[in-house]
């Protein structure tokens, strides 16, 4: 039995969050029994007390780490805690070679001494780096020098970086290349199947007459509520573009100040068409809402290959994508891209419009065959069991 531990996710079953669907989807996609994975859950103090510490899901071993604190912090204690977790746990149990995989480059600092301990049990360091998280402009500036700090000694210290994007992976190469770095290209996954939801499902009806919504009468957003995902440049072009469609934006907006901001610099609020809607979690009416979708607007500039960008590709007939590296090399072909240069999102947009049903339908096509081809769960899971092995 090969024994993976999986550190750095919220936790399974999953609610949201890209690195969440990838463990959720990694379990329940498993071919390879001779795979066994553990995966490391956070709760908060009080959720901790009252659930079971240990439990199974997907026929994963999942684990449950209490929150130490609140804040940006709680991130880097998680990850200490569980990797120490799993160090335990695989001594008491006298696994052989197992491999412990952390998502995300938080704790650089903490790594030098963890590495000494699962030295001393065996395991292998396997590391995702995400994406370009100290680009973030989230972040303060000593934030983000944190950041890259922490993504150097991860890099300086992993047997195996597994990146989620060609251009990650180049980067790691380029930026890191006195540690003479071990990587592979491993991409997320998407699904092309379609919603378990008819037209006609009440789910549906009701959340499209709340926010007067029309099938195929919107553009789509979905994504992080954060300045690098270009909320402004999109709602700036499209409140210039003439189109007739509103603009759906699913994001966690509510409370927070970014939202203000936007307000104060693009004055959306005169604009009917844009739509601010909140968040939806029910993941049948997502795909649902991706589907009925005229095309969706991806503005994400901060590097790697982004979830919400694949299940666009492959649910909405039409996408329209900022164009960096990291979404051209997912999307190629199959969809259609903009910059920041002014009016260029709001012509792209108008003649959008103006396509025929046989020119989207063409643009579909391509990009379905991109996900069934490259991105599939199925073919994501063959990878990393190959990897694992």
């Keep these: 039995m090969k024994h993976i ?23 329940e996609y498993r071919n390879d ?46 990850d200490i805690d569980a990797i120490n977790y ?5 001594q008491e149990h006298q696994i052989e070679n197992p491999i412990i995989y952390v998502l995300a480059c938080r704790i650089g600092p903490f790594i030098g001494r963890l590495k000494r301990k699962m030295k001393k049990v065996g395991a292998t360091l396997y590391v995702n780096p995400d994406g370009h998280e100290w680009k973030r402009a989230k972040w303060s ?28 992976e180049k980067y790691i190469q380029e930026d890191y290349a006195k540690y003479h770095p071990k990587t592979t290209f491993i991409a997320y996954g998407a699904e092309t199947s379609p919603s378990e939801l008819s037209d006609e499902d009440p789910k549906l009806s009701g959340w499209m007459e709340q926010f007067q919504i029309r099938p195929w009468e919107y553009y789509l957003i979905v994504g992080r509520f954060v300045p690098e995902n270009n909320f402004e440049g999109m709602i700036r072009e499209f409140m210039k573009s003439k189109t007739d469609k509103d603009l ?18 693009t004055g959306f ?14 993941q049948q009416l997502l795909k649902k809402i991706r589907e009925q979708a005229y095309g969706y607007l991806h503005g994400h500039s901060v590097g790697g290959t982004n979830p919400s960008l694949l299940e666009a590709l492959g649910q909405t007939k039409l996408n329209l994508l900022y164009d960096v590296i990291f979404n051209r090399e997912v999307g190629q072909e199959g969809a259609l891209y903009w910059s920041l240069e002014d009016g260029n999102l709001a012509g792209l947009l108008e003649s959008a419009d103006a396509m025929s049903q046989e ?17 599939s769960w199925e073919y994501i899971r063959d990878r990393y069991e190959e990897l694992f092995r």
């Design 269 to 282: 609020d005169q604009d009917g068409r844009i739509k601010f809607v909140g968040t939806v979690y029910d």
């Design 248 to 265: 759906v934006i699913i994001t966690g907006y509510e409370g927070v100040s970014y939202y203000d901001e936007l307000l104060q610099k």
């Design 33 to 78: 029994e001779s795979i066994k994975y553990h995966v490391a859950c956070l709760q908060t103090k009080e959720e901790y007390a009252q659930s079971e510490k240990e439990f199974e899901y997907n026929g994963a071993h999942c684990f449950n780490i209490p929150m130490r604190v609140n804040g940006a912090a709680k991130a880097i204690f998680y």
């Design 141 to 168: 500036g000593p934030v983000r020098k944190y950041w890259k700090i922490s993504e150097k000694l991860m890099v300086k210290h992993a047997e195996l970086l597994v990146c989620d994007s060609i251009g990650i």
């Design 5 to 27: 531990f999986i550190v750095g996710c919220k936790g399974i079953p999953t609610r949201y969050g890209g690195f969440e669907t990838f463990v959720d989807k990694l379990t």
């Design 359 to 375: 020119e989207i339908d063409a643009m579909s096509k391509k990009a379905k065959e991109r996900i069934d081809s490259y991105y």
């Design 86 to 90: 799993c160090i335990r746990y695989i």
